[in-house]
């Protein structure tokens, strides 16, 4: 959302729909705007709604096929309007399949990419439903610009650029933290609250995930950033270790 917020930008969002979105153009600067789905058509987007909210700003219309809130299966020809009606609009289609694995019964899905020489399409997956994994925040955006449109502005790029995406392994690690160095901390949760309030350093208590007193750290950031955080970090444990263990080893 936030890579497409130029100033005056406006992006169509589903109403019901899945609120990540709202809350991420509002971070991003962008404007949103709701579009209706249709209870009684099957939750199908209201296209014609879609065509009087959009206007010269409006830069890309989201949808999430297989629907969240409502569980919708979209039909290839539903799916077809809706790319026409963003080739008509000049826009793209920004289409969240990360529940395309939950699909039941006899109607099937097809990935909105197939409409991408029509319009072109960003999708947006992930493994934590299909697999059951969300700890491993594990997604992927894809696109199909079959005619290089994303591709000439450069959405991309932009998207790598913003989200410090890296091809490097693991960036999330889980430690145990041995509470019997401390003095006055009782828990993961104490430690994680009191490090985020003195220095301003976020890491996850184990106990959230079912591990108390271990402790989830992603260090996905840039290395001098790191390198403060680790400082930080340390003068944290040294601050708060047992007056006979105040050495600490990162
Ligand atoms: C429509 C939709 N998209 C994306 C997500 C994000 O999924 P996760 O954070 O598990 O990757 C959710 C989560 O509920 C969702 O409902």
């Known amino acids: 959302m936030a890579v497409l917020a130029m100033p005056g930008a406006n992006v169509l969002l589903p109403r019901p729909g899945y609120p990540m979105y709202e809350a991420r153009a509002a971070l991003g600067g962008l404007e949103f705007r709701h579009y209706n789905l249709l209870p009684d058509e099957g939750w199908e987007v209201d296209i014609e709604g879609v065509e009087a909210l959009a206007d010269e700003n409006t830069v890309a219309i989201a949808m999430v096929n297989l629907g969240n ?25 920004i289409c969240d399949e990360i529940y395309e694995h939950c699909t039941f019964g006899s109607k099937p899905f097809v990935p909105m990419g197939v409409f991408g020489e029509i319009a072109p399409v960003v999708t947006l997956g992930g493994i934590s439903k299909r697999w059951r994994v969300p700890g491993w925040r594990l997604g992927w955006i894809a696109m199909t610009d079959p005619k290089g449109i994303l591709r000439k502005k450069k959405i991309l790029e932009s998207i790598i650029i913003y989200r410090s995406i890296s091809v490097d392994p693991a960036a999330i690690i889980q430690v145990e933290l041995d509470i019997s160095y401390f003095d ?19 890491i996850c208590p184990g106990s959230g995930l079912g591990m108390k007193n271990w402790l989830r750290v992603t260090f996905a950031v840039d290395p001098p950033l790191l390198e403060d955080v680790m400082e930080r970090l340390k003068s944290f444990c040294l601050r708060h270790a047992k007056p006979t263990r105040n050495h600490v080893t990162l």
Request: charged share 30%; glycine share 6%; hydrophobic share 35%.
């Open 69 to 93: 809130p409502c569980g919708s299966v979209y039909s290839y020809e539903h799916l077809t309007k809706i790319a026409e009606t963003a080739r008509k609009l000049g826009i793209m289609v």
């Open 184 to 202: 006055g901390i009782d828990d993961d949760i104490d430690f994680c609250t009191k490090l985020a309030k003195e220095e301003c350093v976020v």
